[in-house]
């Protein structure tokens, strides 16, 4: 009898400790979903008018200071509307300005030294001056009282400020042929190349 109650006991013990492994408490799980992380853009675009919120322009524009049968004392005057169309502020932006000579009075537009004269007055390139420049709104010294000649020259040019996401600014320009060009101007030309870029930083 004494066995019985001993491994009845035994037992006991046994169901006991087999019942703290297999306790349940209540519990409750909750989750965090629809967590996207994406990176951001820098979108820059021009446009030859201003251009509203939402609707920033992306991509190049062609024509923005065209200008034929130029005489000397003549001004041309275009604005170029600069817009970061993207998610990310733009730390840094800045413009180049390029150009190829082209000449249809049988002598290159920029050419210096023997046969022609390096007389300044000469040449096309170096008698067209940016005579106000303003980005932004304000007036940019690094461009105005700048030729043509002198902007290719710099290389590029950083654009005060940068451009920040959804924003938009214009350079503005008005070009002045010198009343100083000589019958070496005539006949000649520029295609200029405007060319903006960029960067997060």
């Not at 524009?61 to 200008?67: G, K, R, S, V, W």
């Not at 950083?158 to 350079?171: F, H, I, P």
């Amino acid at each position: 009898m004494k066995k019985i109650l001993g491994l009845g006991a035994a037992l006991l013990v046994i169901i006991a400790t087999l019942g703290v492994g297999t306790w349940a408490y209540f519990s409750d799980t909750e989750t965090v979903t629809g967590n996207v992380v994406a990176s951001g853009t820098l979108d820059l675009g021009l446009g030859a008018s201003a251009s509203s919120s939402g609707s920033r322009p992306t991509g190049s524009i062609t024509d923005t200071f065209d200008q034929t049968g130029w005489a000397p004392g003549g001004t041309k005057a275009g604005t170029i509307y600069v817009a970061n169309a993207g998610t990310i502020n733009m730390t840094t932006l800045t413009v180049t300005f390029d150009y190829t000579a082209v000449s249809t009075a049988g002598r290159p537009a920029t050419i210096t030294g023997s046969p022609w004269t390096t007389d300044p007055t000469d040449y096309f390139d170096k008698m067209i001056t940016a005579t106000t420049a303003t980005w932004g709104g304000s007036t940019f010294a690094a461009i105005e009282g700048k030729t043509l000649a002198e902007l290719k020259a710099a290389g590029a040019i950083t654009l005060t400020g940068g451009l920040d996401a959804d924003a938009e600014k214009a350079l503005a320009i008005t070009w002045t042929f010198s009343t100083t060009a000589t019958n070496g101007c005539q006949g000649n030309s520029v295609e200029v190349t405007i060319t903006f870029d960029g960067t997060q930083n």
